[in-house]
């Protein structure tokens, strides 16, 4: 009877086991937390009011911006981690290495926004060193080219912004246009004159707050 109890238990044990490794692989990996946001319209510099001809001139200072939470930095806070990028004319910092305490770096990949869905294995992250960047700058060297004609500044198709965060999280953002509204191309010569004065970024962008390459 006491062996005939303890093989019941120990038939007993191995089913609860089996039961329990069952229930065990079936645990569904965790849900990708991605937000992507649509930025229209950032002022590329910090604006000190308005010149004569009715257009902002700068204050020579960045306008700093939180990849995490959507929105503006104050400038006081620019030697906190508050802030992933600072913008000043086409200039475009991360917050890390010369420019900033925290975690921050970025590469530009050459492909579509939409096709990027997790920044490959070899991919280098690179720091602000100034005078170089991260973020290259540069007619036809980093995101955008400058027509000598025109004077027009124009996102180059194809380049995305990959972003480590301050806190050394993960984002992938394309700059649609440069220009308050976006441009659309040919613009008269007065026209052109006018939009060289003002400095607005506009981006799509999609930030992954789980710390995963993956978007």
Do not use: H
Not at 49 to 55: D, F, Q, R, T, V
Not at 68 to 76: G, P, R, S
Not at 117 to 144: L, R
């Amino acid at each position: 009877m006491i062996k005939q109890l303890l093989k019941m238990s120990f038939v007993v044990f191995a089913i609860l086991q089996i039961t329990a490794c069952s229930k065990s692989e079936t645990i569904t990996a965790p849900v990708l937390t991605v937000s992507t946001n649509i930025v229209k319209d950032l002022i590329a510099d910090t604006v000190l009011g308005l010149a004569s001809n009715g257009m902002p001139y700068s204050a020579g200072k960045y306008t700093f911006f939180s990849l995490e939470n959507n929105a503006v930095v104050a400038n006081t806070d620019s030697a906190t981690a508050k802030w992933d990028l600072a913008f000043i004319s086409t200039r475009i910092l991360t917050n890390g290495g010369t420019s900033g305490p925290a975690l921050g770096g970025a590469f530009i990949y050459t492909g579509l926004f939409d096709d990027l869905k997790t920044i490959p294995a070899d991919s280098i992250f690179k720091t602000d060193n100034a005078p170089t960047y991260a973020i290259t700058t540069g007619s036809g060297k980093g995101w955008y080219t400058y027509d000598q004609l025109t004077s027009l500044i124009t996102p180059l198709a194809g380049r995305v912004l990959v972003i480590r965060t301050a806190s050394g999280k993960y984002a992938k953002l394309e700059i649609t246009s440069y220009y308050k509204g976006g441009v659309t191309l040919p613009v008269s010569a007065s026209d052109a004159e006018k939009l060289t004065k003002q400095r607005y970024y506009s981006f799509r962008y999609s930030y992954q707050s789980n710390g995963s390459k993956v978007f």
